[in-house]
């Protein structure tokens, strides 16, 4: 479980969108709190789904982990 740097992390539906730094952490600012559904896209991995109760302004740390293409877990 080795953290992804240059991850694509998104809203779905549209929105936002951030790149994970080298440590594979992001930071994805809200204006309101509600429920969302981020995507998890990097090079070389099944995209990842993770749906999270945001407050505003609130933060917190998420373990996401990705699948590789050929099914074996990171």
Do not use: H, K, M, W
């Not at 479980?1 to 930071?27: H, M, N, Y």
């Amino acid at each position: 479980q080795e953290p992804i740097a240059g991850a694509t992390i998104a809203l779905t539906g549209g929105g936002r969108r951030v790149v994970s730094g080298s440590d594979g952490a992001f930071t994805l600012p809200l204006e309101a709190q509600r429920t969302v559904t981020l995507v998890v896209r990097a090079p070389g991995y099944a995209p990842a789904f993770r749906t999270e109760r945001l407050e505003n302004g609130a933060s917190g740390d998420f373990l996401i982990l990705l699948d590789t293409l050929g099914g074996l877990p990171n």
